[in-house]
């Protein structure tokens, strides 16, 4: 029985991911219309194209070694709860501007939100990195985790590189 738990978080959690992508595609269009522009296409898509190997790889691990829901499970869901609970706030502080690209809207301000200066980048590391540590421990995905999760470091460490210089280069000139 406790297998299908495991089986259930992984599918709730990607039907969340589905809507917060909703959001992001909302936005996405929203910042192109009014003069706003993407960067980092191709990494975007390699971040897109790990994270949902990273799901099924786990979910597929999970299955195959029948997987049950016992204590490093129930961390991996406090850290998964932390993750979605941090994406929410992400998403609320960034309103109308967070997207899962790297898109920098027209006139686009520094957000200087206390936890954007606590935690620089807090979309990766309160949200995805917990998000992807969180479902590795529930589906106790070793393989996945050991092949994945450095390609994914690397993608996310271009990204972060990319947003850095997007920051001081277009969004701090703009302002607060």
Known sequence: MEKYIIYVIVLLVFA??????????????????????????????????????????????????KAEFDKISLIGLFLLTFSMFM???????????????????????????????????????????????????ICHSKITSIIVLPLYAIVLYIRIKEENTLIEKIIKPNGV
């Open 16 to 65: 969340i991911r589905l809507a917060f992508l909703k959001i992001s595609k909302r936005n996405e269009k929203a910042i192109l219309e009014n003069g706003g522009e993407e960067y980092g296409v191709k990494n975007s898509k390699r971040i897109t194209i790990l994270h949902i190997i990273f799901y099924f790889g786990s979910l597929a691990e999970a299955i195959i070694t």
């Open 87 to 137: 994406l929410y706030i992400v998403v609320h502080l960034l309103d109308g501007i967070w997207t899962v690209k790297l898109m920098i809207a027209k006139n686009h301000k520094f957000n200087n939100h206390w936890l954007f200066k606590k935690v620089k980048h807090p979309n990766y590391f309160l949200n995805i990195v917990p998000e992807l540590i969180g479902i590795g421990l």
